[in-house]
C-alpha cells in the first residue's frame, strides 16, 4: 500500500497526466459539432448517439490516453533509480514484488480517473442533445470504458515491462513513442494494404475500375470479405497492439441501413454483443496484462539497482 499510495500521489501531479485530461477536454469539445452532424437525418438518434460517443471515447484513448500510459509505464522504474527512489522504498520493510505492484497499481488508478473523466464528459455530451441517461445507455458506456481501461493497462504493463531494460527515462521514453506509433498507427496501415491485396486477388480485382464492374451482391461480398480479412490480419499480425483490436471490437456495435429517401438507419448491436464476437481480440486485450506484467517482475527481481 505504501507504494501504491506513492505512486498514486505521483502520477496525479505529473504534467502529462493533468496534460492528457485537457486533451480530452479538446477532443470532447469537438465531438459536439461531429455529434450534431451525426444526428441529422437519422431515425433513431437514441442509438446513433450512443455509437458517436463510444467511438470519440475509443479515439481520444487511442490517441491520448494510450500514449500516456505507455510513456507512464516506461519511465517509472528507471526515473525511480535514477533520482534513487528505488533505494529508498527499498531500505523499508517492502519487497521488491510489492513495489512494482504497488506501482502499476497506483499508475493503473490515475488511468482509470481519465477514463471517468471522459465518461463524465460523454454524460454531458448526452444531456446537451436532450437525449435521456437510459440504463441500457450507461451500461454500454461503462462497458465500452472497461474494454478502453484493459487495452490501456496492457500499454501500461508492457511500458512497466521496458523501464526494467532501459536504464535511461529518457530513452525509454523515446522509445515508447516510437513504438506507440510504429505499432498503432504505421503498422495497421501496412497491413491493410496487405488485407485489400488479397480482397483484390480473391476478386479479380487488378484497378479500381473492375470494382464499379461489379454487380451490388458482388460489392457486399467484397466488402464483407475485406471486413474478415482485416480482422483476420490484424489478430494474427498485430495481436500485441491492444488499440488495434479494440478498434475492430468497436466496429462491430453497430449497422448502417441507407434508405432510399436519403436517410439512413443504424442498428445498435451493442457493445455486450461486439465483444461477445470478438472473444480472440478480447482474450488477448486482457490476456497480455499479467503476462507483461510478470516478466517486468522477473526482471525486476534480477535487477542491480546499485
Same mark, same amino acid.
Given at each position: 500500500?505504501?507504494?501504491?499510495?506513492?505512486?498514486?500521489?505521483?502520477?496525479?501531479?505529473?504534467?502529462?497526466?493533468?496534460?492528457? %485530461? #485537457?486533451?480530452?477536454?479538446?477532443?470532447? /469539445?469537438?465531438? $459536439?459539432?461531429? !455529434?450534431?452532424?451525426?444526428?441529422? =437525418? *437519422? &431515425?433513431?438518434?437514441?442509438?446513433?448517439?450512443?455509437?458517436? %460517443? #463510444?467511438?470519440?471515447?475509443?479515439?481520444? /484513448?487511442?490517441? $491520448?490516453?494510450? !500514449?500516456?500510459?505507455?510513456?507512464? =509505464? *516506461? &519511465?517509472?522504474?528507471?526515473?525511480?533509480?535514477?533520482?534513487?527512489? #528505488?533505494?529508498?522504498?527499498?531500505?523499508?520493510?517492502?519487497?521488491?514484488?510489492?513495489?512494482?505492484?504497488?506501482?502499476?497499481?497506483?499508475?493503473?488508478?490515475?488511468?482509470?480517473?481519465?477514463?471517468?473523466?471522459?465518461?463524465?464528459?460523454?454524460?454531458?455530451?448526452?444531456?446537451?442533445?436532450?437525449?435521456?441517461?437510459?440504463?441500457?445507455?450507461?451500461?454500454?458506456?461503462?462497458?465500452?470504458?472497461?474494454?478502453?481501461?484493459?487495452?490501456?493497462?496492457?500499454?501500461?504493463?508492457?511500458?512497466?515491462?521496458?523501464?526494467?531494460?532501459?536504464?535511461?527515462?529518457?530513452?525509454?521514453?523515446?522509445?515508447?513513442?516510437?513504438?506507440?506509433?510504429?505499432?498503432?498507427?504505421?503498422?495497421?496501415?501496412?497491413?491493410?494494404?496487405?488485407?485489400?491485396?488479397?480482397?483484390?486477388?480473391?476478386?479479380?480485382?487488378?484497378?479500381?475500375?473492375?470494382?464499379?464492374?461489379?454487380?451490388?451482391?458482388?460489392?457486399?461480398?467484397?466488402?464483407?470479405?475485406?471486413?474478415?480479412?482485416?480482422?483476420?490480419?490484424?489478430?494474427?499480425?498485430?495481436?500485441?497492439?491492444?488499440?488495434?483490436?479494440?478498434?475492430?471490437?468497436?466496429?462491430?456495435?453497430?449497422?448502417?441501413?441507407?434508405?432510399?429517401?436519403?436517410?439512413?438507419?443504424?442498428?445498435?448491436?451493442?457493445?455486450?454483443?461486439?465483444?461477445?464476437?470478438?472473444?480472440?481480440?478480447?482474450?488477448?486485450?486482457?490476456?497480455?496484462?499479467?503476462?507483461?506484467?510478470?516478466?517486468?517482475?522477473?526482471?525486476?527481481?534480477?535487477?542491480?539497482?546499485?
Amino acid at each position: 500500500m505504501w507504494g501504491f499510495e506513492l505512486e498514486l500521489k505521483k502520477s496525479l501531479r505529473t504534467k502529462k497526466f493533468w496534460l492528457i %485530461l #485537457v486533451l480530452i477536454l479538446l477532443i470532447y /469539445a469537438m465531438a $459536439f459539432r461531429e !455529434v450534431k452532424d451525426n444526428l441529422e =437525418g *437519422a &431515425t433513431n438518434p437514441e442509438e446513433v448517439l450512443v455509437t458517436s %460517443l #463510444v467511438g470519440y471515447i475509443a479515439v481520444s /484513448a487511442f490517441l $491520448f490516453i494510450g !500514449v500516456y500510459a505507455l510513456m507512464a =509505464g *516506461a &519511465t517509472s522504474v528507471n526515473s525511480d533509480l535514477e533520482d534513487g527512489t #528505488v533505494r529508498v522504498a527499498l531500505s523499508k520493510p517492502l519487497g521488491r514484488t510489492s513495489y512494482l505492484l504497488g506501482k502499476f497499481l497506483g499508475q493503473a488508478l490515475s488511468v482509470v480517473v481519465a477514463m471517468v473523466f471522459a465518461t463524465l464528459l460523454s454524460f454531458a455530451i448526452t444531456k446537451y442533445y436532450g437525449l435521456s441517461l437510459t440504463t441500457s445507455l450507461v451500461g454500454d458506456l461503462v462497458l465500452s470504458n472497461l474494454l478502453i481501461l484493459f487495452a490501456m493497462l496492457q500499454l501500461l504493463a508492457l511500458g512497466l515491462l521496458i523501464s526494467t531494460f532501459v536504464c535511461s527515462s529518457n530513452t525509454a521514453l523515446g522509445l515508447a513513442l516510437v513504438l506507440f506509433f510504429v505499432t498503432g498507427l504505421v503498422m495497421p496501415q501496412v497491413m491493410d494494404g496487405f488485407a485489400e491485396d488479397k480482397a483484390k486477388e480473391e476478386f479479380g480485382i487488378q484497378k479500381w475500375g473492375d470494382f464499379s464492374k461489379l454487380s451490388p451482391e458482388e460489392k457486399k461480398a467484397y466488402r464483407e470479405r475485406l471486413d474478415k480479412l482485416y480482422r483476420e490480419y490484424h489478430l494474427k499480425y498485430l495481436f500485441y497492439v491492444p488499440q488495434v483490436l479494440m478498434l475492430d471490437i468497436f466496429k462491430g456495435i453497430d449497422r448502417t441501413t441507407f434508405n432510399d429517401d436519403g436517410t439512413y438507419t443504424v442498428e445498435y448491436i451493442g457493445v455486450k454483443r461486439a465483444i461477445a464476437d470478438n472473444p480472440a481480440q478480447m482474450a488477448l486485450i486482457v490476456g497480455l496484462i499479467p503476462v507483461y506484467l510478470g516478466l517486468a517482475l522477473f526482471r525486476f527481481r534480477r535487477m542491480d539497482l546499485r
